[in-house]
């Protein structure tokens, strides 16, 4: 069984900075993607950024390509935070290739939230 948990989360102005993590733990267990997600208050859950190790891809939205980057071991920077990234943010990871479809994968954390102030 694998365990998700984000880290990084929390208040900032617009215009600023969060790192965030994803720890994993479990046995037996091997994931090849990592992907973030996140969900507003009354909105449906987004895809954010993710990335494939065995595939060598690297997926971005649109709404913070140029703004995110999410480094080799899946931890997502994101700067020039707006309000309207405002969300909690979830960690995702699957057995099998990257890509924007919640579908892809097997395992997900808890959240953590992520609020940018005007």
């Known amino acids: 069984q694998v365990q998700l948990v984000e880290s990084g989360g929390g208040l900032v102005q617009a215009g600023g900075s969060l790192r965030l993590s994803c720890a994993a733990s479990g046995r037996g267990f091997s994931i090849d993607a990592m992907g973030w997600f996140r969900q507003a208050p009354g909105k449906e859950r987004e895809f954010v950024a993710a990335i494939s190790w065995s595939g060598g891809r690297i997926y971005y939205a649109v709404s913070v390509k140029g703004r995110f980057t999410i480094s080799r071991d899946g931890a997502l920077q994101m700067n020039s935070l707006k309000p309207e990234d405002t969300a909690v943010y979830y960690c995702?990871?699957?057995?099998?290739?990257?890509?924007?479809?919640?579908?892809?994968?097997?395992?997900w954390g808890q959240g953590t939230q992520v609020t940018v102030s005007s």
């Open positions: 995702a990871a699957g057995r099998g290739p990257a890509g924007w479809g919640p579908d892809l994968y097997d395992y």
